[in-house]
């Protein structure tokens, strides 16, 4: 945040949160552990109540889902898409490095151009579904990014990801609080 001239807060604290313009959900971690984490502190039903611009980074994504095969646990369910381990003999797994997405019309992704790249470290993938607005190939198509509402959800690496990373924090910033949910 602070390479594109922003300050950010870290925090789990329910009051910070709910005061915050935008809330940025990042991980990295295992989803059992993490929902624990979250329950145990309210942020659970905290993160699903929020009416202000989200966005989810990775495990933020994934706990955004439904359920994820990772730990057999169930997820905040903002997004009803399902989170799966990757499957495959022949791939790498975890998924790490540069790939492409192939997005939809989202505000997270204008000025992109076409297919951009963008940087993966992950082993589970979010199911393509209605909320899916970005899509990568690796192993099999996958949900890169969701979006419903007010919530917005990328699986790979923003901060990773160079100029496009950048650009898509940007755009994020410049989601407008005012839309109607």
């Known amino acids: ?3 594109i001239g922003q300050e950010a807060v870290v925090t789990d604290n329910p009051d910070v949160i709910r005061a915050a313009d935008r809330v940025i959900f990042p991980g990295v971690g295992e989803a059992s ?7 145990e502190h309210g942020l659970d039903d905290l993160i699903r109540s929020l009416k202000q611009p989200t966005l989810g980074i990775c495990i933020g994504l ?11 646990t169930e997820c905040l369910g903002i997004f009803d898409e399902r989170v799966t381990r990757f499957k495959s003999s022949v791939h790498k797994i975890p998924h790490m490095g540069w790939n492409t997405i192939r997005a939809k019309n989202s505000p ?12 993966y470290v992950h082993s589970y993938c979010a199911q393509l579904g209605e909320h899916t607005v970005a899509v990568t190939d690796y192993v099999q198509p996958f949900s890169a990014a969701l979006h419903k509402d007010n919530f917005y959800a990328v699986q790979f690496h923003p901060e990773k990801s160079s100029l496009v990373g950048e650009q898509i924090l940007k755009n994020f ?8 949910y």
């Open 1 to 3: 945040m602070r390479r």
């Open 62 to 72: 994934q706990l955004m889902c439904a359920y994820s095969e990772e730990g057999d």
């Open 33 to 39: 552990t993490t929902m624990r984490y979250l329950r």
């Open 108 to 119: 997270l992704f204008a000025g992109l151009g076409k297919d951009p790249h963008v940087y």
């Open 173 to 180: 910033l410049g989601i407008s609080e005012t839309l109607k």
